[in-house]
């Protein structure tokens, strides 16, 4: 599985299309270049946008959940509402619905942001809201909660 780097401030056009920019481009496989879905993120006011292959991986993963579970089926339902497949034009861009849009807060400006083997797309003023809130020593405690139980030397909890 590929993970993505980087950060990329685009503007979108009357019609809701986007240019896919060419650093994110290139880091896609050949054969991923062209389909991805857009869905809501689960946790955050953004839009994700799933290479083909991980999309797929994620299904897979519901599939697996029992559909006779409430609490599954309910997940199911709203993870996958709104869930769209969108091709790369001629001349690389991709449509960003508008009701996907609305949700994210997108309309002239966005950030796509690379996070593991997915992208974020986010107004470009809530992605600033988030990012702009980064306190160093907040961040180093949090690293320090997630992180730091890796080493060869943890603490055992």
Known sequence: M???IGEYACKVDAKGRVMMPAGLMKQF???L???FVINRSVFRRCLVLYPMD???ET???LAKLNRFNKDNDDFIRQFTNGAVNVEVDATNRILVPRRLADFAGIAADLVFSANLNKIEIWSAAGYDNVMG???PDSFAQLAEKVMGKLGGDAEKA
């Open 29 to 31: 496989p050949a054969a």
């Open 54 to 56: 991980l999309w797929e």
């Open 133 to 135: 809130s980064y306190d």
């Open 59 to 61: 299904m897979n993963d």
């Open 33 to 35: 270049r062209e389909r």
């Open 2 to 4: 590929t993970n993505y």
